[in-house]
């Protein structure tokens, strides 16, 4: 059975570029989950997807956004792009809420 | 109140001896607490998790324990081995949200 799968898994953009991120969960998962990982804040709480509706969604500024297809697939977007803004994003999914996730191994968004 | 706090930041630990790191939460509406298992350049892996039904669940060399009273949990490694050195994060979510709340995570390495 395959894993999540991310891609890209590198991506390096300018400020005020905008990005979109892409996330397969793995077969028959419906939920869908981003998170942000850097060295200094570690690992914060984007949002989570659900049947094509977002249920929860982290502290996070408007100009991360995302959604979820009817095939489970999910997208984030980042809009204005700020250097503080370089992370690894990461996106889990588990067969429904409330149960364990399964992470993808990251984008590595990079802002020069 | 949705801080999950972990120590130590890292951990050097001999082969063969006892790994150990402590979790500690304040939101006592948290009723889920995995473990994960992060390797350089790859997304974190679920490795155990617990419930506070119970008071400790082993998976091989791997064992959590979980102390409600004190909201308090560790994940311990046996018999620790070169290919456990990674980084661990404890994590905690309640039903009603599931949302993972991140340790800060604790590099271990296992020295030959």
């Known amino acids: 059975k395959a894993g999540v799968t991310q891609t890209p898994r590198y991506l390096i953009k300018t400020r005020g570029q905008q990005v979109t991120l892409s996330c397969s969960p793995i077969?028959?998962?419906?939920?869908v989950s981003w998170y942000q990982q850097t060295p200094g804040q570690g690992l914060q709480f984007l949002f989570e997807?659900?049947?094509?509706?977002?249920?929860n969604k982290g502290n996070f500024p408007g100009r991360f956004s995302g959604r979820q297809f009817s095939n489970s697939r999910s997208e984030m977007n980042v809009s204005t792009l700020e250097l503080g803004d370089s992370a690894l994003y990461l996106c889990?999914?588990?067969?429904?809420?409330?149960?364990?996730?399964?992470f993808g191994d990251g984008t590595r968004l990079s802002i020069l | 109140q949705q801080q999950v706090k972990q120590s130590p930041q890292s951990l050097i630990v001999q082969k063969g001896g006892i790994s150990i790191i402590n979790c500690a939460y304040e939101?006592?509406?948290?009723?889920?607490f995995p473990w994960y298992q992060q390797f350089p350049g790859k997304g974190p892996a679920l490795l155990i998790a617990?419930?506070?039904d119970v008071s400790e669940k082993k998976e091989g060399r791997f064992t959590i324990s979980f102390n409600k009273s004190a909201k308090q949990f560790s994940l311990h490694i046996m018999d620790s081995q070169p290919g456990d050195s990674a980084t661990y994060f404890c994590?905690?979510?309640?039903?009603?949200?599931?949302?993972?709340?991140w340790g800060a995570g604790t590099k271990l390495i296992i020295k030959p």
């Open positions: 994590a905690a979510s309640s039903g009603s949200n599931y949302q993972l709340i």
């Open positions: 997807y659900f049947s094509e509706t977002q249920r």
């Open positions: 077969s028959g998962h419906r939920s």
């Open positions: 889990a999914s588990s067969l429904t809420v409330n149960q364990p996730q399964h």
């Open positions: 617990i419930r506070p």
């Open positions: 939101n006592t509406a948290f009723d889920y």
